[in-house]
């Protein structure tokens, strides 16, 4: 193979792991924002028509616009291998991310209830007796 060929496979495998890579953090904000079908459908709409464009720019670069079957199999190659290996890793750290913010936002919500009392300008009153008063019965209602 000349130089020129090497350079060609070198180029579609980078542009199927850059593709691949993209599916990952696609996929990582549909973790992030909690995605519902319909955020779903609209976000793999718009990953398909980006590849759509890479691969047409692909192929503009590779043989004056005309897709060949070396050109696919290698962007799908490095696509594959990209998204196999980064998905994992970036949902999983997604989803770590969004445990240790829902743990903050515990923390700081029990923490600010607790010092709200402190803040208010107004003083309350307090209750003589903070047991609860229970209506009495309708047999009790008799005897008195």
Known sequence: MTAGVWEVVFFCLASGAALGTFYALVACLGVLMRAGRWLTGALDIGFCLICAAVVFLAALAVDHGRLRFF???????????????????????ARKLQKFFARMSGFLQRKTVRLLPHWRTETRKRSQSRKKVRKKGKKAQKRA
């Not at 190659?77 to 994992?88: D, E, I, R, Y």
């Open 71 to 93: 050109q696919a199999v290698l962007q799908l190659l490095g696509g594959w291998s990209a998204a196999a290996v980064f998905t994992p890793l970036f949902c999983g750290g």
